[in-house]
């Protein structure tokens, strides 16, 4: 299925350690680009969740966040007469070797380590995070496929426009090609006629003929744009493939690889550019002012579709 690289996806877990909440932002980029946002206390989490997403994700700029708090139970611990008692205890043997230790205040008091947590191992908080993180890969992959196919949506009307735009074109060429053929033998024929006022008698009639025709067929095979409206309808073939299958069509199954089907994003991109040098080739053949419009009209479609599948992962 076709995927965006831009969504947003967030999750949270809770255990009697504390939440962990993990939030992914991601937008378009060629590789695959992770940035972490995470506290000090999560940092063992970084490279399980990297290779997680790794996995997960081919392209794109992704944003790791993430947060953890603390349950209220621990607070109130902290301020319990057992805590107290024991932080009196630690309290008056520091005075017997440092007399003049001040009492702590109460934020000290609220800052201190409670022993209900005290034997939360970092890997707890790994499998929280982890926990947190799967929701969050959950929202961010059906938002990404969403959005990818509101694209691939858009990408099927702008390559239906183009399928209209070659069918006239093909219709018209016959006549256009007859029709600037006979222009070119009418002008060879005055031209002909101003070189030589006194007449062509030392040419003969066929000669004549033939050389005119031999022109006119050069001229007409400079403005043949059959070949170029065929690519471009194969061009079309294989992109509405990709768009309605998320993946290229596989030769044989040994040579389908996971690669493939990930590399949707760079495959579009290089297919328009094939696409856009056939109407470049078509401008540049072009011999009539309705060519040259649907040239242009051909090239601002398929740089439409090219900016849309940016963000294709």
Not at 89 to 117: C, D, F, G, H, V
Not at 169 to 177: D, E, Q
Request: hydrophobic content about 40%; aromatic content about 4%.
């Amino acid at each position: 299925m076709i995927a965006s690289m831009t969504a947003f996806g967030s999750g949270k877990a809770t255990n009697d350690f504390g939440t962990v909440v993990v939030e992914l932002k991601s937008v378009n980029s060629r590789f695959l680009d992770l940035q972490f946002r995470i506290p000090d206390e999560l940092r063992l989490t970084e490279q399980p969740i990297r290779e997680r997403l790794s996995q997960m994700i081919k392209r794109g700029k992704v944003e790791v966040r993430a947060s953890f708090t603390k349950p209220n139970k621990e607070l109130t611990d902290r301020l319990s007469e057992q805590h107290l008692a024991r932080i009196a205890e630690q309290l008056a043997a520091a005075r017997l070797i440092l007399p003049e230790t001040a009492s702590p205040k109460i934020t000290e008091l609220l800052n201190w380590p409670s022993e209900s947590l005290a034997h939360v191992a970092p890997t707890d908080w790994n499998d929280l995070c982890m926990a947190a993180l799967e929701v969050a890969l959950a929202e961010m992959k059906s938002s990404r496929q969403r959005e990818g196919s509101r694209l691939a949506d858009a990408m099927k009307t702008s390559a239906a426009e183009i399928d209209n735009i070659i069918d006239e074109m093909g219709k018209h060429l016959p006549a256009l090609m007859l029709s600037h053929q006979e222009r070119m033998a009418q002008k060879l024929h005055d031209t002909l006629n101003k070189a030589f006022p006194n007449g062509l008698s030392h040419i003969s009639g066929q000669e004549t003929f033939e050389r005119i025709a031999a022109e006119s067929s050069l001229f007409s095979m400079r403005i043949d744009v059959a070949e170029e409206l065929a690519r471009l309808k194969s061009h079309l073939s294989e992109l509405v493939y990709l768009l309605s299958h998320g993946q290229a069509p596989k030769q044989a199954k040994a040579n389908s690889t996971k690669t493939e089907a990930g590399s949707i994003g760079k495959r579009l991109d290089f297919l328009f550019q094939e696409m856009n040098r056939e109407a470049n080739t078509l401008g540049s053949k072009s011999a009539s002012i309705e060519m040259t419009r649907a040239s242009m009209d051909l090239k601002l479609l398929i740089e439409q579709m090219r900016e849309q599948a940016q963000n294709i992962e």
